[in-house]
């Protein structure tokens, strides 16, 4: 099992940048599939990028790809997602996700375990 914890979220104008992280506890955290969901006000949870457990595989929503960038290390049991080029629609909370295994999905279902989520608020 394993716990992960998001960091990283505030206020930023349009055209900036954050970086979230994502620490995770467990021994076995280089056995997990992570990825990044948001959830926007009065929106549906959705999916933002991936990341196999080798961090050989990345995978993005067509929203965010060239913008944002997911990379992992695994030593240091964290996740990061770079996010550049902010516009406010991409103001939500952004949660991370982990599942065991190889495959990557997309859906939030498939995915085991989450953190509380913190908040990116992009101002115009």
């Known amino acids: 099992q394993v716990q992960v914890v998001e960091s990283g979220g505030g206020l930023v104008q349009a055209g900036g940048s954050l970086r979230l992280s994502c620490a995770a506890s467990g021994r076995t955290f280089s056995r997990y599939a992570m990825a990044w969901f948001r959830q926007a006000p009065g929106k549906e949870r959705e999916f933002v990028a991936a990341?196999?457990?080798?961090?050989?595989?990345?995978y993005y929503a067509d929203s965010v790809k060239g913008r944002f960038t997911i990379s992992r290390d695994n030593a240091k049991n964290t996740v990061y997602l770079q996010m550049n080029s902010l516009k406010p629609e991409d103001t939500a909370i952004y949660y991370c996700?982990?599942?065991?295994?190889?495959?990557?999905?997309?859906?939030?279902?498939?995915?085991?375990?989450w953190g509380q989520g913190t908040h990116v608020t992009v101002s115009s």
């Open positions: 990341i196999s457990w080798s961090g050989g595989n990345t």
């Open positions: 996700a982990a599942r065991t295994g190889t495959i990557v999905p997309r859906p939030e279902y498939e995915y085991n375990y």
